[in-house]
């Protein structure tokens, strides 16, 4: 039997890549200090994990107006231009970045490796992924793209995988020639100084927006109002110039700079010349990492945040009951305040949160379900003031947490977390329905559990097994596993012992069958003592042949433990008795 195996990637129309192509062209060395392009260059795959994860944008220029991509490629590093690809690196060919590391590349397996990534467009961040949902969920909006994908030339490829149930209805229109693109007004003024000053002035009680100007075009407005919601170009080259108008108007300047060096490009693009032979639709696409930061999703829906945050706190009165409430709901009046576009409050603690809609119930079920109720009781209530907003009230939550938990709901990320609020948050999380909340309050606290004594590594190992915060409790696995004999004497390692279930002794039972060392854990979590057996045989470099028995003085070592453990309980209850 031939030991040659094929790596495919996945969903790529069956183009392969063998083990042996990801043998480098070019010898790799270490630059421990070296940035992204350095990295590329040197194949250094460590270095670039660590940029990738610090947050370093993977479609940056140096100084040669190059990006990473193209020195990966043309040293043919393949394992680096994958990694790069997978992070979002722009690889599609008739774009500038595309076409230099497609004509860049070393050899043809890096070539088949880019051909490979080019039909499908890069993840998206949980907060672009879930605002584009809402926003192809609207019907109007869904149509023109499944037209869109029918058209395009590029096989297999489809940018909308999602379903009705992520409708969430708009509160603006636009029609332009007739065709309609549904929307919602906080995104747009988040994202244009345009929007914001209309829907602020003549727009203000609008539902819907006619445009008469005939050569204003749909397809170029549609990808931009697209962009504001998902940090994503799409586009076709052909309306690349009617877009550029558009963002003149809108004052999108950073993406207007963008475009217009895109096109220079695309003047002289070679596939002009084939256009007899080749008349298939060209695509952009465009990340909105390539932006500078300030102009980017995250960073405009923080500044709408901030500004609601400061309208909440200036209008807090709770004695002066303003909040009429209707039914299981409330209306709160609006003040002269500067416009948040607000369209609902959260009272949570006798403090009211002035927030949005679409945000909330983008990402949260739970909010959708209950926003949904909430405008269909009131869709009959006439007795409802214009300028009200409805209320909705949380219970057993505190207001620092439901101000955090907004935070990240807005610009999925967390500046900070006090660790005594950890648990509070991962609760949240979890009857919130925002599951991407535990990760990012985990990556916040991990630094400061580096300062956390072993002992306290206990409370955070049964606090992270809980609520299934996977960072968290591996790191806590791995360091109690690493200083077991240190961690084993504290009296709290030996009580929390009792708490957990005993580790499977028939390894025909265990839930993490002993593995190679370096085997990489399953994600899932099993039985705790199981995988913290695993874990310390891994530190303890257990030969293959003896991780059975090794596994099993392990095992004794915790039963001896769990005596001790029942002994300190008991002498903790006569002292307790003897005191009475």
Not at 262 to 268: G, P, R
Not at 328 to 344: I, K, N, R
Not at 496 to 516: E, F, I, K, V, Y
Request: charged content about 30%; proline content about 5%.
């Amino acid at each position: 039997m031939s030991n040659r195996q094929s790596w495919i990637i996945p969903d790529m129309n069956g183009i392969d890549l063998e083990l042996e192509d990801f043998a480098d062209s070019v010898p790799l060395k270490k630059v421990p200090f070296g940035d992204i392009f350095e990295a590329s260059r040197a194949g250094d795959v460590d270095r670039l994990r660590y940029l990738l994860e610090s947050g370093v944008n993977v479609n940056a220029r140096d100084q040669w107006d190059s990006v990473a991509l193209y020195y990966a490629c043309l040293a043919g590093h393949l394992d680096a231009a994958r990694m790069l690809l997978e992070s979002g690196a722009i690889c599609s060919e008739h774009t500038f970045d595309g076409d230099r590391c497609h004509y860049a590349a070393l050899n043809l397996k890096v070539r088949k490796l880019l051909k490979a990534f080019e039909a499908r467009p890069p993840p998206l961040g949980p907060l672009q992924a879930a605002l584009r949902e809402t926003f192809l969920g609207c019907l109007a909006n869904r149509t023109f793209l499944e037209q869109y994908d029918n058209q395009s030339a590029i096989p297999g490829n489809s940018s909308y995988e999602g379903s009705t149930s992520s409708h969430f209805p708009p509160d603006v229109i636009f029609y332009v020639q007739g065709r309609p693109i549904e929307a919602h007004r906080v995104i747009l003024s988040a994202r244009s100084a345009f929007f914001k000053k209309k829907f602020e002035s003549e727009w203000k009680d609008r539902k819907e927006v006619k445009f008469s100007r005939e050569k204003l075009s749909y397809p170029a407005l549609y990808s931009l109002v697209h962009f504001f919601y998902s940090d994503r170009l799409e586009i076709a080259v052909d309306d690349m110039e009617d877009l550029v108008r558009i963002c003149k108007v809108c004052k999108c300047e950073s993406l207007q700079r963008v475009i217009e060096k895109e096109l220079i490009y695309q003047k002289y693009a070679e596939y002009k010349a084939l256009a007899d032979i080749d008349n298939s639709q060209k695509r952009f696409i465009l990340q909105g990492l390539s932006l500078p930061e300030g102009d980017r999703l995250p960073a405009a829906l923080h500044r709408i945040l901030q500004i609601s945050l400061v309208n909440s706190a200036r209008e807090q009165n709770p004695e002066s009951g303003d909040c009429n409430m209707v039914s299981h709901l409330g209306a709160m009046q609006m003040s002269e305040f500067e416009d948040d576009l607000a369209d609902v409050c959260v009272r949570v603690d006798k403090k009211i949160f002035r927030c949005h809609q679409v945000v909330l119930a983008s990402r949260s079920e739970y909010f959708k379900a209950r926003l949904s109720r909430m405008n269909d009781f009131l869709g009959g209530d006439d007795s409802l003031p214009d300028h009200a907003l409805p209320c909705l009230e949380e219970h057993d939550l505190s207001t620092d947490a439901f101000e955090k938990m907004i935070e990240f709901m807005y610009t999925d990320g967390l500046k900070d977390v006090d660790p005594d609020q950890a648990e509070e948050m991962f609760d949240a999380a979890s009857r919130y329905l925002l599951f991407p909340l535990k990760r990012a309050v985990a990556d916040v606290l991990l630094p400061q559990l580096e300062m956390v004594p072993p002992a306290e590594l206990c409370n955070w190992l049964i606090l992270s097994d809980m609520y299934g915060v996977l960072k968290i409790r591996e790191y806590c696995l791995d360091v109690i596993a690493c200083n077991f004999e240190t961690v084993a004497e504290t009296p709290e390692f030996r009580a929390m012992l009792l708490t957990l279930p005993p580790p499977s002794g028939d390894s025909s039972l265990r839930t993490t069958a002993p593995s190679a060392p370096g085997y990489r854990v399953n994600i899932d979590q099993g039985n705790l003592l199981d995988d913290l057996r695993e874990k310390w045989l891994e530190a303890e470099a257990a030969e293959l042949d003896k991780r059975d028995e090794s596994a099993l003085l392990f095992d004794k070592r915790l039963e001896m433990l769990m005596v001790v453990a029942e002994q300190d309980k008991s002498s903790a209850l006569c002292d307790g008795t003897h005191s009475c």
